[in-house]
């Protein structure tokens, strides 16, 4: 059974950072891209950012670009979201996915419905 589960969202000030990850287990993602989106109260899910099996490939939002980093540890079958300068507008539940076709990059990974697998979430919270 695959599983992708979240840690480390919580409060935070505004302008402050946070760390979130994304543990894979059930199979590897090595060959495949894994993204973070997030859901904002009374909003839809859109994307955050996402990196290509390579790694060498990163994709952002606009409104996240230059104060996100996306990450993944390979071998540890993990993804990572660094947030800096956080916003109150970043205050969400922070989703981690991955997709099953393998070796893809650009614009298919930015479509929420291209990920097939999802964790659970992780709520993020920036006080003004």
């Known amino acids: 059974q695959v599983q992708l589960v979240e840690s480390g969202g919580g409060l935070v000030q505004a302008g402050g950072s946070l760390s979130v990850s994304c543990s894979a287990s059930?199979?590897?993602?090595?060959?495949?891209?894994m993204g973070w989106f997030r859901q904002a109260p009374g909003k839809e899910r859109e994307f955050v950012a996402a990196i290509s099996w390579r790694s060498d490939n990163t994709y952002y939002a606009d409104s996240v670009k230059g104060r996100f980093t996306i990450s993944r540890d390979i071998p540890k079958n993990t993804v990572y979201l660094q947030m800096s300068s956080l916003k109150p507008i970043d205050t969400a539940v922070y989703y981690c996915a991955a997709q099953d076709r393998t070796y893809v990059l650009g614009s298919y990974l930015r479509d929420e419905s291209n990920y097939d697998y999802w964790g659970q979430g992780t709520q993020v919270t920036v006080a003004s």
């Open positions: 059930g199979r590897t993602f090595s060959s495949n891209a």
